[in-house]
């Protein structure tokens, strides 16, 4: 086991590394930006490495900064969290040069599972269903304009290097085909530095459902419960919950063992999630992998007992799953809601000084954030200030635990979407399960 | 008194607002003081003083100096730009870049540091008198790190 880790991350995720590590009896080693001097990460961890100006690209995203770090501080592993570095395979790579164990896949998976187009494809070879869709990129307006007419209206434009729910486009009629491609590979190139789509059928109103997978360095591999993340805006999650209120247990198998296959094919180990879209018939698609630990891992973790970060720490330390397959359980029902530092009616970030803090608690309730009274929230990252993660014995216990929850919880000095999910879970669509990635697109047309 | 019992000092000063702390233990002497702000300036180091004797008197040791303090003294500090281990002297057992009084330009290498087994030599950004060399050799330095006080020409 590592007597040293470093967190290469900030925000709510460094300070649940931070913990699983001193769990672990594991020493921990915070790098922190000079806008993050004061955040609870830098306070929790047992040492700290300012590593520049409060720019993320300065920042957290420069690597030389990073790798030294961990070597003047003598850290043997390297948690890069979620965002930032944790999908960028040159990343990985370093480390493994380095010397330093990357907590994550080898970085020959994140590069494969970073091209959405060539997931895609490798989905298929594993007998895993895809939508139907080019298989590579297209390379000009006619050779598009065949593959539209086949796949059929509406079609999706998909940035082949993508994630994050940028560069992406819908197209109803031919006529809007050109134009589209034409703002989405500008969009891709833009955000990620290379213009290349694909086309794919475009879903009404599918639900996303996602398989957190497990794989040790000694080729074992689990699937876990599926987690529900329709609730969307933008395609960014705002609440998510496990399991999915529309899977069967045969359905929940089915894309368990079809995550996994698409898993190791591409040689995966340690943590990794595989979402799908779900049709109104049941049917299931592969979307993308995600190749790292998500946001919302906490909703597994309430409704299986596992520890994801502890699980990531330990199978990068070369020791073998926490448990079989056969022994994963499914107990309860678990929703998570993502509180931003944002106005709750236009969702614009709302940085500034938390002037109180009051998170809720009781039984089933837990939370993950880096707030404390008298933090100022930075302009400078995302705006995920706690996550509020509730358990119960079933979906109308989880969703009366989160009600309470939310009323409960007290946060001044910034704006935050606490009164944006009250709205959420009171809404009769989301307490009946009725609830699809266009959920909220409704709900806010509904004001 | 270790670095986990500083951390928890901290920790108590930042807890109940107290801008000022200072702990007399066996001989050693440390005062805390804290910059409302910001960018926390980084603890005061341990420097032991000799014990105090008869007389009773104990002499304090001096404080890293703020920002608001250098500037007022007129020294430029010089910053690390990169996190790495520094170095006095281009090599083990050759003579340092620089010393205390040395005059440097704008461009004088004055150290090297370390990171990621490639050196890099740090320049001058002034030009002026070494005032003060703020890190030791062989120590390892974060990004901002003050290394040099520079007394401008």
Excluded: W
């Amino acid at each position: 086991m590592f007597s040293k880790v470093l967190i290469a991350n900030r925000g709510e995720i460094a300070v649940r590394i931070i913990r699983a590590c001193r769990e672990l009896g594991i020493r921990t080693v915070a790098v922190f930006s000079q806008a993050d001097a004061d955040a609870l990460h830098v306070q929790l961890a047992d040492e700290a490495v300012c590593i520049g100006p409060p720019q993320p690209a300065q920042s957290y995203l420069q690597v030389p900064r990073i790798i030294s770090a961990a070597e003047i501080t003598g850290a043997e592993a390297i948690h890069p969290g979620y965002g930032f570095l944790a999908e960028n395979p040159q990343f990985a790579e370093v480390c493994e040069n380095c010397g330093i164990q990357f907590i994550g896949p080898p970085a020959s998976s994140i590069q494969m599972m970073g091209d959405k187009a060539a997931a895609r494809r490798m989905a298929a070879r594993s007998g895993v269903p895809i939508l139907p869709g080019t298989e590579y990129p297209v390379r000009e307006l006619e050779e598009a304009r065949r593959a539209a007419r086949e796949i059929g209206y509406p079609v999706m434009i998909k940035a082949s290097l993508g994630g994050g729910g940028k560069g992406l486009r819908v197209v109803t009629t031919p006529e809007a085909l050109e134009s589209a491609l034409a703002t989405a590979a500008a969009e891709a190139a833009a955000a990620f530095g290379d213009a290349r789509v694909y086309l794919e059928r475009f879903l009404s109103d599918p639900r996303h459902v996602e398989i957190q997978i497990l794989m040790d360095h000694h080729g074992q591999g689990i699937h876990l419960p599926e987690r529900d993340c329709s609730i969307q805006r933008r395609h960014q999650k705002l609440v998510e919950e496990a399991p999915s209120p529309a899977l069967t247990d045969s359905l929940r198998q089915a894309m368990g063992q079809a995550a996994l296959r698409v898993a190791r094919a591409a040689g995966y180990r340690n943590a990794g999630t595989v979402e799908f879209l779900l049709d109104e018939r049941g049917d299931f698609f592969f979307m993308e992998m995600n190749t790292r630990i998500q946001v919302e891992h906490p909703v597994t973790e309430m409704v299986t007992g596992l520890d994801l970060v502890k699980a990531q720490i330990r199978i990068a330390a070369g020791e073998p799953l926490p448990i079989a397959q056969e022994e994963v359980r499914l107990v309860g029902h678990s929703l998570e809601c993502r509180i931003n530092a944002e106005d709750p009616d236009r969702f614009l970030p709302s940085p500034g000084r938390v002037t109180n803090f009051r998170p809720p608690g009781g039984p089933g309730v837990r939370v993950d954030s880096h707030a404390y009274v008298g933090y100022i929230v930075p302009p400078y990252y995302d705006s995920l200030l706690a996550k509020l993660i509730v358990h119960g014995r079933d979906r109308d216990e989880a969703i009366a635990r989160m009600q309470r929850a939310l009323d409960e919880m007290l946060i001044q000095g910034v704006q935050t979407t606490i009164p944006f999910h009250q709205k959420v879970l009171r809404h009769p669509d989301f307490i009946a399960g009725r609830t699809s990635t266009r959920f909220l697109e409704r709900l806010l047309q509904e004001q | 008194m270790d670095l986990k019992e500083l951390k928890a000092l901290l920790r108590l000063m930042e807890g109940n607002d107290v801008e000022e702390l200072e702990v007399e233990e066996g001989g050693r002497r440390i005062r805390i003081r804290r910059r409302s702000g910001q960018v926390l300036t980084p603890p005061a180091a341990m420097i032991p003083v000799p014990p105090t004797g008869t007389s009773g008197t104990v002499i304090s040791s001096p404080l890293p100096p703020t920002a608001a303090a250098l500037e007022a003294a007129g020294l430029i500090p010089l910053e690390s730009p990169m996190v790495g281990t520094f170095y006095r002297a281009p090599a083990p057992g050759a003579e340092p870049y620089v010393k205390e009084g040395d005059v440097v330009q704008k461009g004088t290498a004055v150290c090297i540091i370390e990171a990621m087994k490639l050196m890099n030599e740090i320049e001058s950004e002034v030009k002026g008198r070494i005032a003060r060399i703020m890190v030791e050799n062989g120590q390892p330095v974060e990004f901002g790190q003050t290394l040099f006080l520079i007394e401008p020409a």
